[in-house]
T-cell receptor, first 114, second 117 residues
Framework: DSGVTQTPKHLITATGQRVTLRCSPRSGDLSVYWYQQSLDQGLQFLIQYYNGEERAKGNILERFSAQQFPDLHSELNLSSLELGDSALYFC?????????????FGPGTRLTVL | AQTVTQSQPEMSVQEAETVTLSCTYDTSENNYYLFWYKQPPSRQMILVIRQEAYKQQNATENRFSVNFQKAAKSFSLKISDSQLGDTAMYFCAFMSRYGGSQGNLIFGKGTKLSVKP
């Protein structure tokens, strides 16, 4: 158990819908990262937050957005869902936003878009 | 842009034997970090080992060790005394210390390792 929690574990929804994925980082960690794992794209970095502020963006679609709240939990919002958005979404956390920190991953949320 | 390549999509090893997983990467940076993560059937991403590029000594964690060849941009993972619980997908990952990326991981496509009894 990494100490990073993600809810829900599984999510099944229809095309065009909107969903919210939630992540709670390890106690004391200020930085949260979101990754998408799909069969065709592999593991890709989406976005990073540090202490409530956006720090870096990767291959995140405009239909996707995220935020980190004062209690440091983070939410990833996916809207206008398409079949291709079906994937495993991971949240990871680290203590700081420096590049020396090891990232610890949550168990992931499996999203299925029908 | 940095890239990570794992040339072995699948490998298998007998229990108690030793296996080496390959990883190469491309970067123009001098200081960076490399990682191996394990993803068992449960899908959890588990850190196996970490290597700082400025350290010449190869990292080890119990039965896991790396062979870091900086000039060749190679970072292989050796698993000794393989156990059934080592069956998993193994991902090599790169983390920059500089530039626009703030510390996100760049992953290879993975190597699926099967440990056979």
């Amino acid at each position: 158990d990494s100490g990073v929690t993600q809810t829900p574990k599984h999510l099944i929804t229809a095309t065009g819908q909107r969903v919210t994925l939630r992540c709670s980082p390890r106690s004391g960690d200020l930085s949260v990262y979101w990754y998408q794992q799909s069969l065709d794209q592999g593991l890709q970095f989406l976005i990073q937050y540090y202490n409530g502020e956006e720090r870096a963006k990767g291959n995140i679609l405009e239909r996707f957005s995220a935020q980190q709240f004062p209690d440091l939990h983070s939410e990833l919002n996916l809207s206008s869902l398409e079949l291709g958005d079906s994937a495993l979404y991971f949240c990871a956390s680290s203590v700081e936003a420096t590049r020396t920190d090891t990232q610890y991953f949550g168990p992931g949320t499996r999203l299925t878009v029908l | 842009a940095q890239t990570v390549t794992q040339s072995q999509p699948e490998m298998s090893v007998q229990e108690a034997e030793t296996v080496t997983l390959s990883c190469t990467y491309d970067t123009s940076e001098n200081n960076y970090y490399l990682f191996w993560y394990k993803q068992p059937p449960s899908r959890q991403m588990i850190l196996v080992i970490r290597q700082e590029a400025y350290k010449q000594q190869n990292a080890t964690e119990n039965r896991f060790s790396v062979n870091f060849q900086k000039a060749a941009k190679s970072f292989s993972l050796k698993i000794s005394d393989s156990q059934l619980g080592d069956t998993a997908m193994y991902f090599c990952a790169f983390m920059s210390r500089y530039g626009g990326s703030q510390g996100n991981l760049i992953f290879g496509k993975g190597t699926k390792l099967s440990v056979k009894p």
